[in-house]
């Protein structure tokens, strides 16, 4: 005969834990993990046929050092990361200028699960070459022309990198050249800005921003929610 070594009060406690009423989900609509993981795939699926589309120029690898070209790899992730979002509108991704003889390719193949299989456009070649100049606007906050509206028909591009040792006007200087519209985020028109740092943003906040504006947000909100309150933004 099988010998029980459960306890009397370890009875009781099993007992009475079936008898307590269940407790109801306060939101029965909410996935589970596996429902969850796959809505958010069927989102990025989808997001290859959105518009507009917003590229990260990856041309400026030579500038940086191995922990800057982390930080570019870290932050592009959280822009593929904010894309997860199923209930906003979808960007199309795109990653020019990365190779895989890159630097900055082999840090995603390393150190990014599944980079191989996300849903974005790479590409090797030049941004300039794979889009005509006049879809395309460069964000960068050297420009001269606050960036009003997102338009469908435009290619948004955000520059990759880190820039704590670029000098001023890298990427404002090769689109003078390539003859390619610039703009900049519209922070001066509703801060107080005391020097030029105050407008440079990380590629994900940028990213960040022009999302929350392409889903129906006032530039001022999406700013006043992004922005770094370190930096003492004063409206």
Request: aromatic content about 8%; hydrophobic content about 35%; overall charge positive.
């Amino acid at each position: 005969a099988v010998v029980s070594t459960q306890s009397t009060g370890d009875k009781r406690k099993k007992e009475a834990k079936r008898a307590l009423p269940r407790v109801l989900d306060p939101n029965p609509d909410r996935l589970c993990k596996r429902e969850r993981i796959q809505a958010e795939k069927e989102h990025l699926r989808a997001s290859l046929q959105s518009l507009p589309r917003v590229a990260i120029d990856c041309a400026y690898e030579h500038f940086m050092s191995e922990k800057e070209l982390n930080k570019t790899r870290s932050q592009v992730q959280r822009c593929y990361s904010l894309l997860k979002r199923t209930e906003l509108k979808n960007f199309h991704l795109h990653l020019s200028n990365l190779p895989e003889t890159s630097a900055l390719y082999k840090s995603f193949l390393d150190k990014t699960a599944g980079f191989e299989g996300m849903y974005l456009t790479r590409f090797a070649g030049s941004i300039f070459e794979q889009f005509p100049a006049e879809d395309l606007v460069y964000l960068t906050p050297d420009s001269p022309h606050p960036l009003t509206e997102i338009s469908l028909t435009s290619v948004y591009v955000i520059g990759g990198f880190v820039d704590d040792n670029i000098k001023r006007n890298t990427s404002l200087d090769r689109c003078l050249v390539e003859g390619v519209r610039t703009a900049r985020l519209p922070i001066q028109e509703h801060y107080e800005i005391g020097n030029h740092k105050q407008c440079v943003l990380t590629i994900n906040q940028v990213f960040e921003v022009l999302l929350m504006v392409h889903n129906g947000m006032e530039w001022a909100e999406a700013l006043d929610g992004i922005l770094p309150k370190r930096k003492a933004y004063l409206p």
